[in-house]
């Protein structure tokens, strides 16, 4: 269905069908806005942004490109197309059609996961509320913006969901929503990721990269969802979260080209001294936020898990085309856990195994770009190698929360770790060195930050001076 654009509230669900659901939205919108001007990227009210916009959900028309003032971007509900065969695809209730309704059963359980899920969306953009101070160029600064919008938006997708299916509860979460705050003592966000800091551009790029990357795996499970509307909401999400990781895997990849470039122009890896970030100092950010992304996939044996499966509530990495008998009910799954504080292989029932599986599927993912990343580096000539550390280094959420563990797998002494971690995870100096490059913003079209080398090629094939952001 087309999205309609001369209400309100942008949507493709015939929101003025239903009056009651249509105030109740507009409601909330205005509460947005406040938590947009007070919480979203600071001091942008006025500027005009070179930005993406959805016009329809089909994939020629979702990316609209243009100027808009980022309080005036006409974020919406937009679902992707229902398939009226869609069945279960998995679990107790298999082959049945999907549910247009939520379950009397499954209520709780679905809210609690649009609730985590749409708790994300906001957290990021609040995380990255500074960002813009110190962009690097143009180019850089739109592409945070086209992420917090939409971040913005898919918190809309969730709050949909809450107000159209869940009554006063659903209501009360979608408050909550603007209430709970990214760090907040008293009213943090739900998830440990989404409450850590985003205070400069490297941990930006490490964040779009792991974290985003967690937000494709999750949806991509809830788009297996049996109840249709939620599917269809991360469906869409989906094709978003593309760019975000974009983002992160180019932003990376060009720090790592200018490190390179600054090396072999002066013969050193000691680059801090020409104001640049080091091989070294890259991959401690790596490690950090790829062992705070892991926890985002829970307990390696999770009977939550379990229980969404079966229920049909939340499915694997693209069900459909897994080979197998969609019940899991006699599979078996082997996992990495810890016994007497070692690290043990243990085969467990794959239902129990999900969470497991997923962050598999992840890891898997997030390697294909460190290899590209080498690639560069070695491209560059250099024998450098960035590396995933160990699944259970660093790790808070799990089996292996509260061990000390190297990021090649061995399980260390409090006093090893302690004499290990500075070089391991960034340390208050790392942190403050990076901080120290991050100038004021570029704003000038065409100009880059001394640490970064220039994209590839423009948003939608803008040339390389584009004025992508519009200072008023
Ligand atoms: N932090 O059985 P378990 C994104 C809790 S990112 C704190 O393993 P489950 C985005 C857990 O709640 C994607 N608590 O739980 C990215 C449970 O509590 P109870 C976000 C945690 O439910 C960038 C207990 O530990 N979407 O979109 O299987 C920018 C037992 O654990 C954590 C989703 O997460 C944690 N990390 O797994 C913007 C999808 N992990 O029951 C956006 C929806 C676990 O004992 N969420 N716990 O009170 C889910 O599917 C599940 O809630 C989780 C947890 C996978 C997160």
């Given at each position: 269905m087309a999205i309609d654009y001369s209400q309100l509230i942008p949507n493709n669900v015939d929101l003025s069908s239903d009056r009651r659901l249509q105030r109740a939205l507009e409601n909330w919108q205005p509460r947005f806005l406040d938590w947009w001007k007070d919480m979203g990227p600071d001091g942008t009210s006025a500027y005009e942004v070179y930005l993406r916009t959805a016009i329809s959900t089909d994939s020629n028309g979702w990316a609209n490109f243009g100027f808009v003032k980022m309080p005036e971007y006409r974020w919406g509900i937009f679902l992707a197309d229902r398939d009226p065969e869609r069945q279960i695809a998995y679990g107790d209730n298999k082959g049945k059609p999907v549910w247009q309704d939520v379950p009397g059963e499954l209520r709780s359980t679905l809210r609690r996961l649009i609730v985590t899920q749409g708790d994300t969306e906001p957290a990021s953009v609040e995380q990255q509320r500074l960002l813009g101070k110190t962009a690097p160029s143009l180019y850089d600064l739109r592409n945070l913006f086209q992420i917090n919008v939409e971040e913005g938006r898919h918190l809309w997708a969730m709050v949909y969901l809450l107000h159209a299916y869940f009554g006063r509860d659903g209501r009360e979460e979608a408050e909550e929503m603007l209430v709970r705050h990214s760090g907040d003592p008293d009213k943090p966000r739900i998830l440990g990721a989404f409450n850590e800091a985003t205070p400069d551009w490297l941990s930006f790029f490490m964040f779009t990269y792991f974290t985003d990357r967690d937000g494709k795996y999750q949806l991509a499970s809830l788009a297996e969802s049996g109840f249709d509307p939620l599917a269809r909401s991360c469906r869409f999400m989906l094709t978003e979260e593309a760019h975000h990781m974009f983002v992160g895997e180019t932003g990376i990849t060009r720090i790592l080209q200018r490190t390179c470039e600054l090396m072999k122009e002066h013969k050193t890896d000691d680059v801090r001294s020409l104001g640049a970030i080091d091989l070294a100092t890259m991959q401690k950010y790596l490690n950090f936020h790829f062992s705070v992304s892991l926890d985002l996939f829970g307990q390696e044996a999770s009977t939550n898990a379990a229980n969404y499966y079966t229920m049909g509530v939340k499915g694997r990495f693209l069900e459909t085309r897994i080979d197998d008998d969609h019940l899991l009910t006699n599979a078996a799954y082997e996992i990495d856990t810890a016994e007497d504080g070692r690290i043990v292989k243990k085969t467990v029932p794959a239902l129990s195994a999900l969470n497991e599986r997923l962050r598999q599927d992840y890891i898997e993912d997030c390697a294909k770009g460190v290899l590209r990343w080498n690639k560069a580096i070695e491209r560059a000539g250099f024998n450098f190698e960035m590396k995933l550390p160990?699944?259970?280094?660093?790790?808070?959420?799990?089996?292996?929360?509260g061990m000390r563990i190297s990021p090649d797998g061995r399980v260390l002494s409090e006093t090893d770790w302690v004499a290990h971690e500075g070089k391991w995870l960034p340390t208050d100096e790392d942190r403050a060195y990076v901080t120290s490059l991050m100038?004021?913003?570029?704003?000038?079209?065409g100009k880059f930050a001394h640490w970064i080398a220039p994209p590839a090629r423009g948003i939608n094939n803008q040339p390389g001076d584009f004025e992508y952001v519009r200072f008023n």
């Open positions: 160990h699944r259970a280094f660093n790790r808070r959420i799990g089996a292996f929360a100038g004021p913003a570029i704003t000038q079209p």
